[in-house]
């Protein structure tokens, strides 16, 4: 009889639905999985899109989770200052199998204090913000330290979650998994910094300031500040 195993993302408003729902249709075809998706209370929650999501557990009443994940989104600086939603994932870590993160989730975790030390990923915007919390910004799609196993910018998520397949089910039903869902990118080239033409990236920068991204960076400094 195949053991559960318990995989918990944390649900919070402003999330990136992708963060969550990319590694989530990985994850949950694993034999035994079990998602939850957690927050402070059984109403709906909006993410950055106006997309609605109703967790199914909360913080208070959730179980001790084998995995927790943490996706990013534009609502983390607020989570980053939330004790209860931090203390929740501090008591998850002590016991968890997996402690883990998409995109900007890792700073999340970073301000919980778990990451001291350890090597992250996060999107490429807001990678350096990491060091300011004791983190190791590391520029990759996955990064493992331990039982800390963060996720890139948005759809990294997906490759995140066929990695943690492979760690529990190997390569063999990762492999299968990914054909079950068809995930064969041929993408443009440029999705990141290093690889985007010059103007490309100017003009995506410049996109992201006039949607208040300066703003939220210096948000993330000012929560750092305050440690």
């Given amino acids: 009889m195949t053991?559960?195993?318990?995989?918990?993302?944390?649900?919070?408003?402003?999330?990136?639905?992708?963060?969550?729902?990319?590694?989530?249709?990985?994850l949950g075809r694993m034999p035994g999985a079990k998602l939850h998706f957690?927050?402070?209370?059984?109403?709906?929650?909006?993410?950055?899109?106006?997309?609605?999501?109703?967790?199914?557990?909360?913080l208070a009443d959730c179980p001790p989770l084998d995995m927790?994940?943490?996706?990013g989104g534009y609502g983390c600086a607020a989570v980053m200052e939330d004790e209860e939603a931090l203390g929740w994932l501090r008591r998850q870590d002590e016991t968890s199998r997996f402690t883990t993160s998409v995109c900007t989730g890792s700073l999340v975790l970073a301000a919980a204090g778990v990451l001291e030390g350890r090597r992250a990923a996060c999107h490429w915007a807001w990678r350096d913000k990491l060091s300011l919390f004791g983190a190791e910004p590391v520029a990759a799609r996955v990064v493992e330290d331990g039982k800390y196993i963060s996720g890139g910018g948005v759809t990294a998520g997906i490759d995140f979650g066929f990695r943690?397949?492979?760690?529990?089910?190997?390569?063999e039903l990762a492999e299968s998994?990914?054909?079950?869902?068809?995930?064969?990118?041929?993408?443009?080239?440029?999705?990141?910094?290093?690889?985007?033409?010059?103007?490309?990236?100017?003009?995506?920068?410049?996109?992201?300031?006039?949607?208040?991204?300066?703003?939220r960076l210096a948000e993330i400094e000012r929560i750092a500040a305050k440690r």
Avoid: N
């Fill in 3 to 26: 053991q559960t195993f318990h995989i918990g993302f944390l649900l919070y408003p402003m999330l990136t639905q992708l963060d969550m729902t990319g590694p989530a249709q990985v």
């Fill in 68 to 71: 927790v994940c943490v996706p």
């Fill in 164 to 171: 943690i397949a492979e760690i529990l089910h190997g390569r």
């Fill in 177 to 215: 998994l990914q054909l079950g869902l068809e995930y064969d990118p041929a993408p443009m080239s440029g999705g990141t910094p290093e690889t985007a033409r010059p103007d490309i990236l100017a003009q995506t920068k410049a996109g992201m300031a006039a949607r208040g991204m300066d703003d």
């Fill in 38 to 58: 957690v927050w402070k209370s059984p109403e709906p929650v909006s993410d950055d899109m106006g997309l609605t999501f109703a967790p199914t557990d909360t």
